[in-house]
């Protein structure tokens, strides 16, 4: 049930951070930046929320370390997408 809670929150912020970028006709790459700044949290304030505030709870902290691989996996993929899309349009604009 959290990894599945993680997944769409951060599939939500991800696409959040995209939407506003596109209704404020940011360029393509500030679009970019703002997915990720929007989409990608920080997973270590919130291992050090749990550990300063709720005394280390087991279930809180895999929650937070579960969100911070998370998030590495989905920029990554984010990031990779949007590189092989990039090439693809230079491709085409050279004509090969």
Known sequence: MVLVAVFL???LALALG???????????????????????RNAGLGLLLVFTYFDG???????AAWWGIWD???????????GLRSRTKVEVAAGG
Do not use: C, N
């Open 57 to 63: 709870l087991g279930g809180m902290a895999l929650v």
């Open 18 to 40: 995209w939407a506003i970028a596109r209704a404020t006709r940011l360029p393509e790459a500030s679009t970019k930046a703002m997915t990720f700044k929007v989409g990608i």
């Open 72 to 82: 590495i996996i989905a920029g990554l993929a984010l990031a990779q997408w949007w």
């Open 9 to 11: 929150h951060d599939a």
